[in-house]
């Protein structure tokens, strides 16, 4: 069956660095895009960043020149490098897998993705 795993989150300073990472299982990895969402407490999840199966990467504006998405098909893998932390980044990201094998459209809904991980808590403080 489909299996996300994410880890790589913690505790960091302002202004500080964290590189999460997504393990896939389960399904054909190469052929479909992958995000990262995250949620706040109190708030819905929202996208952050994806990759296609292409490699083809988008972001939310909030994230840009900081975040850093990337996968490794021969390894299963999706990545998320953060860095110049804010505490407004402060959340509960999640991996997901986006339900359409072989696109390269934006895809920033939820909707569009249907496997999730159980999430890694980053939180940005002093």
């Known amino acids: 069956q489909v299996q996300l795993v994410e880890s790589g989150g913690g505790l960091v300073q302002p202004g500080g660095s964290l590189r999460l990472s997504c393990a896939a299982s389960g399904f054909a990895f190469r052929i479909h895009g992958m995000a990262w969402f995250r949620q706040a407490p109190g708030k819905e999840r929202e996208f952050v960043a994806a990759?296609?199966?292409?490699?083809?990467?988008y972001y939310i504006d909030s994230v840009k020149g900081r975040f850093t998405i990337s996968r490794d098909s021969a390894k299963n893998m999706v990545y998320l490098q953060m860095n110049s932390l804010k505490p407004e980044d402060t959340a509960v990201y999640y991996c997901g897998k986006r339900q359409r094998a072989l696109s390269n459209s934006d895809s920033y809904s939820g909707h569009e993705y249907d496997y999730w991980g159980q999430g890694t808590q980053v939180t940005v403080s002093s």
């Open positions: 990759v296609t199966w292409s490699d083809n990467t």
